[in-house]
């Protein structure tokens, strides 16, 4: 009974060996010969859930992707590539499942999870290096009462030059030197905490907290345009949003070029984002008194029968009140940190270490299963944030008597499936890493081409261009009689990984013994 079951031994080994534990089988159908083939594609390629062995990886190349990007001395040109195949492949099943949610909703059944899955795969596809969104432009934003009351904030303003590169500085012996940043930013105090703990839970100002998370990555958002507005050039950035202790998102960011620290700080004070949303403080449905849906008219009053105001007569209606207040204004706290650090230097990479440092986590897994103080903690936030709404399209709004955007039958306030109410999140639900786009003037993708070329050449072995309308990917289902069990799939993949790295070994062998004899000749 001791002996670990053989499953267990395998994950153990594949993990090991940086081989991928969760493969997602694809089938590849080559359509010059018509053979097809079911290839593992690792886990981290595909969706969120991520083994160990891709989790490191994906680090790596983010580190790589950090490292090449911050000191860059030459501008970067952007080219959009040729899609290959595995973004073709992301993209016909982003259609398929655009199929299937509008049968869903002719069927008049629940859509929110096809909706939140065709929401990661966009963000998957965009990760995958294709640029913008796959149905094109999304249709102009309403935002003539919104946007004109996002004041602008008081801050001086260079004039602006084409560069993304920061300001060189040469020393008397002649050497270049070109500093970078490395900022460090917090979300203000909601009470005293105690080792991530609230200090007295009752005065702690949860519903900020809440709010706060929801709308940070738009205050990181207007914090780049300040930034880039007040430094007169095209900063980019290499940031990471990682949980605090006390549960709250904040944000580490490597940024190209160098700024007077105290210009920084300007910046960060100034900085805020109004939430110009419909007003929450009444609750006008609860419990069991909850609006009722209408194929007609959206949600009506379940007493009265009147129809609530629809998202855009909300936000009407918010526009032409000139004494209405945002619903949330989110800014920085105080502590900000601000590092000048120099290329090639151990602070540069300790920086990078400490940016990658939460990629594999979600910002739940700050939490420490075993102590109880924080779990109580966490449940009081995700509480909060229970009826919060998250976005336009949050069945929260109809708590506050407004139909949600895009409202259909079946929604309920509290029963919100967003992802900024799942304990993993805490509120935050935007992207762990924000690269700007010229930062070192390639997607992760092209890292992983990179990567990839690099362990080719050393194998000796050619890169061969492939074709990119060649191949094409489709889904390989439960069952199918091509589908060897995961146990055989794992080994499979273990035994190549050991294969390559054995000749690499031999390489590297090789090219040692090359390097001593040659110094032993030069010492003869
Ligand atoms: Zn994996
Ligand atoms: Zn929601």
Known sequence: MAQPLARDVIEVLAVQNGVCIRPVPLRRIDTLTGANTVLNVPCGTTMEAKCPSCAKRNRQLRMAQCREGWHLDHEPVNTPDEPDDYQRYLVELRADAQAWRDQAEGAGTDTADLDAAIADLDAEINDAGMRGNVLGRPSPKRSRSTRRRQDAPDLPKRKMTPSTLGRTFTSSNGRTFRPSMFVTLTLPSYGRVNAGVPVDPSTYDYARAARDALHFSKLVDRFVQNLRRVAGFDVQYFAAVEPQKRLAPHLHMAIRGHMPRAEIRQIVAATYHQVWWPPTDVIRFEGDRLPVWSD???????????????????????????????????????????????????????????????????????????????????????????????????????????????????????????????????????????????????????????????????????????????????????????????????????????????????????????DFSATEGRAA
């Open 296 to 514: 007609e008219a959206g949600y009506l009053d379940p007493e009265t029968g009147e129809v609530l105001p629809t998202w855009d007569e909300a936000l009407d209606q918010l526009g032409q009140d000139n004494d209405a207040e945002p619903l949330h204004v989110v800014r920085f706290g105080d502590q900000v940190d601000v590092q000048g650090v120099l290329a090639g230097t151990t602070d540069a990479d300790t920086c990078i270490q400490y940016l990658s440092k939460y990629l594999t986590k979600s910002i739940g897994d700050a939490l420490d299963p075993d102590n109880l103080a924080q779990r109580a903690h966490a449940e009081r936030f995700a509480n909060a944030l229970r009826f919060e709404p998250c976005s336009p399209t949050c069945p929260n709004w109809l708590r506050y008597g407004v139909q949600p955007k895009q409202a259909k039958a079946g929604m309920a306030p509290g029963r919100c499936k967003g992802k900024a109410h799942k304990p993993d999140h805490l509120g935050y639900a935007g992207r762990r890493v924000l690269v700007s786009r010229k930062w070192s003037n390639k997607t992760l993708t092209e890292h992983k081409h990179d990567r990839r070329t690099w362990v080719l050449e050393a194998l000796g072995l050619p890169d061969e261009p492939t074709d990119p309308h060649r191949y094409t990917w489709r889904p390989v289902k439960p069952g199918d009689p091509d589908l060897e069990p995961i146990g055989v799939r794992l080994l499979r993949d273990i035994a190549e990984r050991q294969r390559w790295r054995n000749h690499m070994n031999q390489l590297q062998a090789e090219a040692d013994g090359q």
